[in-house]
């Protein structure tokens, strides 16, 4: 089992929030072995079973609040109502907190990253402004996960 995992969530077939999906793409393969990434579409029962017994659980999503595209939130404040699907109804992130807070399976410490998207039609491309976003978010997490272990020191 994991130490921390990063679980991007999302959907490639609607332009902006492919977001989540895309930072654990370009995290994949580039964090130490303690560091599971996981792709998701959002179901709350997948999350709590990806994020059960870690200490630390990153959420990336994206979101839409009003700010600019590309702004980066985080931490996400819950309840978070995010862009992503999973299934008919619109189930996320805030859903999978409460069903594993009801389950006992939350991780030691959650983080929830938002992206903000800008262009959430079917079949569109990943914006500009958050492709730029997922980039820097990817970078920031690569750096931080790979400098420290969860329970220890922070840099």
Known sequence: MAETVVVGLGSDLRGD??????????????????????????????LVEAWSGAALAIVVDAVSSGAPPGTVHMPVPMPLRS???????????????ELGRALGRLPGELVVVGIEGGDFTPGAPMT??????????????????TRERPGGPRT
């Open 128 to 145: 500009p402004p958050v492709l730029a976003a997922v980039r820097r978010t990817a970078r920031g997490l690569r750096e931080r996960l």
């Open 17 to 46: 929030d492919a977001a989540g999906l895309e930072v654990a793409r370009r995290l994949r393969g580039t964090l130490p072995p303690s560091v599971a990434v996981v792709e998701s579409c959002g179901d709350p029962a997948a």
């Open 83 to 97: 862009r992503s699907l999973a299934g008919s109804h619109g189930l996320g992130p805030a859903d999978a907190v």
